[in-house]
Structure formats: C-alpha cells, structure tokens
C-alpha cells in the first residue's frame, strides 16, 4: 500500500471518531487551538518557521521564479496569527449545525421524517501559499466534522508543517487521532491523492485558474474550485465621489494580493468627477493605473491598457481603467471579462443598485461597498476553506456549513409504502 492510501485511510478511520464528537468538545477544540495559536512560544515558532520560507522565497522572487501575488501571500505576522485565533474562536461559538434537524415533517401518524446535517467525510484540499489557511482550513474541517488531507505549495513547507505539529499538538491534548488533519510535502504526490476517489469525498483547489484546472483535469472526485478573482468595481453617474474613492482605494491597496481586490475599474461616461477623485487617491496610493482612450483622453498620464489587460489578475497594485456607456454597458463587460467572485457598484440610486445586484452573475455581488468584504471571517463564518465561484454545493465564501451534506432519517412504527396512494391511505405532510 502506497504511503497516500494509508494516510488517506487513517484519516476516512479517524473521521468517525470525529464526526461522533458532540457540539461543545468539538468547540473546546477550536478554542485550544486559538489558545496555541496565542502562546508566545508557539508564535515564535511559527514565525520562524515562516521566516524560512521568505527567505528563500525572496530569492525565488527575484530570479522570477515565484510571482509576486503568491510571494505577498506567504507572509505570516503577529496579527495575521492573532486573526486567524480570533476566527477559530468565532467558529467554536458559532451555533451547532451537526446533529441538529433543519426539516422535520410528519409524513403520517407515527411516521416522522428528519433531514440532518453531516459531514462530507475526508477533504482533500490543495493550495498554493497562504500558509495561514492551514489553521482556517483544519479549524473549519474539525467544526464541521471532517478529515482533512492538506496539500499546500512548496513555497510554504516549513510554515505548513510547523502549523499542522501545532494542530496534532492540540488534537493528542484532546485525545483525537492526529491523522484527522494530514499533511503532503512532495508536488508528486498530489495526483496520487486525487485518485484516491474511495476515501476522499470532496477536492478543494485553491490557486491558479491553470492549477485549479489541472486538478478538475485529474480526478474524478468532485472538485471545488477556488480560482482567479477578476473583481470589478463600478462608478455609476450617481456615484458619491468621496464615497468611490474610499471604496476603491480600499478594494485595491489594503491587499492586493488578495483574490477578493479589484482588477478592474468601470465609469460611467457621466461619472467624470467620482472618476477624478477616485483616480487622485489611487495614484496617492501609489496605484498603476492603465486606461482606454476615452480615460486617458481625460487623463493623459496613464499608461494604455491592452486587451489583455480587461482579463488580467494583476495581484498587485496596478487597476485597469475603462469608460462604459452605462449599466448595460458595465454589466456587459463584467460577464465578459469577470471571473465570477466578486463585483461592486457605487451609486446613490436604489433602483439601479438593485438591479446591479439581480443581474451580475457572481458569488458576491455589493452595493456601495468594498469587494474586501468577500470573505469567510468578515462574513462572520469564522474562516473559510475557499471562495467557491462554481454553483453547486457552496458559493462564495465556503465555512461550516459549506462541508456539511445530509441525511435524511425516517422513524416508524411499522408502516409500509403500498399502503399509501390513490385511493389508499394519505399522507399527512405536516411539518413539525
């Protein structure tokens, strides 16, 4: 037996246990590993570790090797560890969802149905940097009840195997099969985990458009894809400039990096004076900005945009700039051009906010405020696994509840289904 099956194995025999474990020790789970995740020692450790990965990062970064987006990921500081507990500590709070009927309907006398939610089983989920989604991956697999094999990219090694000894820690003082949350170290052995389609329930892949691709290429398990965030935000005439600017400076500079920036900037001919203040504070911000001829023909400065600009996930501080003739127009390029995550609009005109929001087809879609909002632990779901831009299962932001499918549980007192029908006896279908 290959080493991939027997730790995909050990981790589907240590999912039982796990699935079994009642609401309030799963909770103390979490909030022990918040509470590590906050031990001066174990936060130097983590950071030195992390160290390790920088460094040589840097070097693989200025030989171009490792593109710029991912290099700004890889970083761990004091408060994005402080985060990440904080968001543990929300999930332990966060209310029960296994175990717990969401429908329960009385189908006779004596004869009551009950959908409940349960895990999925193993996960398997791959990535490429953010060594900080270790911790938000396994806290969210532990709240939810599911094993989690975790394939995280080479540039994070050392972080990714300090954080999950952190999580096997934490799982032993439990007394939980440390199996449950897995490690893989080598790029090869990702396409023998993907064929694992026995004992994984669900593939995760976050990274790349081209990475995502290859997985869905490459197994048969289902796949949810966490790919490129080609995010738009959208100056309608009515847009309050003080307001747009905020906003955008926002969407762009506080992450860059971040799947949920925007990429692209949309105005509405009529939007001149949003446009300009928009403009002014993204360039204070230090922002590249490319224009199409009627932006530049306002703005002489900036640099012409391409067409492949339009479709460009820069990951850094650089913004397309493009003039639309109206919501239409706007709404046009977006399904064009966006790749399903996150789009926003700033106006002061109810009715064409709402339908902004009816029509964008994407997982987030915001009125008046940042796409920077697109997110697990601003949502209020403690973390997430993903942003998910596909429609079935999960979209958006994936939490808890995004891990979780169902059972449906009958109870009866002998009944039995040819006695119901026309002209026998019916059904009550009530709900409970």
């Given at each position: 037996m290959?080493?991939?099956?027997?730790?995909?194995?050990a981790?589907k025999?240590?999912?039982?246990?796990?699935a079994?474990?009642?609401?309030?020790?799963?909770?103390a789970?979490?909030?022990g590993?918040a509470?590590?995740?906050?031990e001066p020692?174990e936060?130097?450790r983590?950071?030195?570790?992390?160290?390790?990965?920088l460094?040589?990062?840097?070097t693989?970064?200025?030989?171009?090797?490792l593109?710029?987006?991912?290099?700004?990921?890889?970083?761990?500081?004091?408060?994005?560890l402080?985060?990440?507990?904080?968001?543990?500590d929300?999930?332990?709070d966060?209310?029960?969802?296994l175990?717990?009927?969401d429908?329960?309907?009385?189908?006779d006398t004596?004869?009551?149905l009950?959908?409940?939610?349960c895990p999925l089983g193993?996960?398997?989920?791959?990535f490429?940097a953010?060594?900080d989604?270790v911790?938000q991956?396994?806290?969210l697999?532990?709240?939810?009840g599911?094993?989690?094999v975790?394939k995280?990219g080479?540039?994070a090694?050392h972080s990714?195997r300090a954080?999950v000894a952190?999580i096997h820690?934490?799982?032993?003082d439990h007394h939980?099969d440390?199996?449950?949350i897995?490690?893989?170290e080598?790029?090869?052995e990702l396409d023998?985990?993907?064929a694992?389609r026995?004992?994984?329930?669900l593939i995760?892949?976050?990274?790349?458009k081209?990475?995502?691709?290859?997985?869905?290429?490459?197994?048969?398990?289902?796949?949810m894809?966490?790919?490129?965030?080609?995010?738009?935000?959208?100056?309608?005439?009515?847009?309050?400039p003080a307001?747009?600017a905020?906003?955008?400076?926002?969407a762009?500079?506080?992450?860059?990096?971040?799947?949920?920036?925007?990429?692209?900037?949309l105005?509405d001919?009529?939007?001149t004076?949003?446009?300009d203040t928009?403009?002014?504070a993204l360039?204070s911000?230090?922002v590249?900005?490319?224009g199409?001829?009627?932006?530049?023909a306002?703005?002489?400065d900036?640099?012409?945009?391409?067409?492949e600009?339009?479709?460009?996930?820069?990951?850094a501080l650089?913004l397309?700039?493009?003039?639309?003739?109206?919501?239409g127009?706007a709404?046009?390029?977006?399904?064009?051009?966006?790749?399903?995550?996150?789009?926003a609009?700033?106006?002061?005109d109810?009715?064409?906010?709402?339908?902004f929001?009816a029509?964008?087809?994407?997982?987030?879609?915001?009125?008046n405020?940042s796409?920077?909002?697109?997110?697990?632990y601003?949502f209020?779901?403690g973390?997430e696994v993903g942003?998910?831009?596909?429609?079935?299962h999960?979209?958006?932001p994936?939490?808890a509840?995004?891990?979780?499918?169902?059972r449906?549980l009958?109870r009866?007192?002998?009944q039995v289904?040819?006695d119901?029908?026309?002209?026998?006896r019916?059904?009550?279908?009530?709900?409970?």
């Amino acid at each position: 037996m290959s080493t991939i099956r027997a730790l995909a194995l050990a981790a589907k025999a240590a999912s039982h246990d796990l699935a079994a474990l009642p609401g309030p020790a799963r909770s103390a789970l979490l909030r022990g590993l918040a509470a590590a995740l906050r031990e001066p020692a174990e936060r130097e450790r983590l950071l030195a570790a992390n160290a390790l990965d920088l460094a040589a990062a840097a070097t693989a970064h200025a030989r171009g090797e490792l593109d710029t987006a991912r290099y700004k990921r890889l970083g761990l500081d004091a408060n994005k560890l402080a985060g990440v507990a904080h968001g543990l500590d929300q999930l332990a709070d966060a209310p029960e969802l296994l175990g717990h009927p969401d429908l329960r309907r009385e189908l006779d006398t004596g004869l009551i149905l009950e959908r409940v939610p349960c895990p999925l089983g193993v996960l398997g989920v791959v990535f490429e940097a953010r060594p900080d989604a270790v911790p938000q991956i396994g806290g969210l697999a532990l709240k939810s009840g599911n094993a989690a094999v975790l394939k995280g990219g080479r540039e994070a090694l050392h972080s990714n195997r300090a954080l999950v000894a952190l999580i096997h820690r934490v799982l032993a003082d439990h007394h939980l099969d440390p199996a449950c949350i897995a490690l893989l170290e080598q790029r090869e052995e990702l396409d023998e985990l993907l064929a694992q389609r026995d004992l994984l329930d669900l593939i995760i892949a976050r990274g790349s458009k081209a990475f995502v691709h290859h997985v869905q290429a490459n197994t048969q398990i289902p796949v949810m894809g966490h790919a490129e965030g080609l995010c738009h935000l959208y100056l309608h005439r009515a847009a309050d400039p003080a307001m747009a600017a905020a906003i955008a400076v926002d969407a762009k500079c506080s992450y860059p990096a971040a799947c949920n920036a925007i990429e692209t900037l949309l105005w509405d001919r009529d939007a001149t004076l949003a446009l300009d203040t928009t403009l002014a504070a993204l360039r204070s911000a230090g922002v590249e900005l490319r224009g199409c001829p009627a932006t530049r023909a306002r703005h002489p400065d900036l640099h012409p945009a391409s067409a492949e600009d339009w479709d460009s996930e820069y990951g850094a501080l650089i913004l397309a700039v493009r003039q639309v003739d109206d919501l239409g127009d706007a709404l046009a390029h977006i399904a064009a051009h966006g790749s399903r995550h996150t789009e926003a609009i700033v106006t002061e005109d109810a009715a064409i906010a709402e339908r902004f929001l009816a029509i964008v087809d994407a997982a987030d879609v915001f009125h008046n405020a940042s796409t920077r909002f697109a997110d697990g632990y601003r949502f209020g779901l403690g973390a997430e696994v993903g942003i998910s831009t596909g429609k079935l299962h999960a979209r958006g932001p994936v939490g808890a509840a995004g891990l979780l499918s169902y059972r449906w549980l009958l109870r009866g007192h002998g009944q039995v289904a040819s006695d119901y029908g026309p002209g026998k006896r019916a059904f009550i279908h009530r709900d409970l």
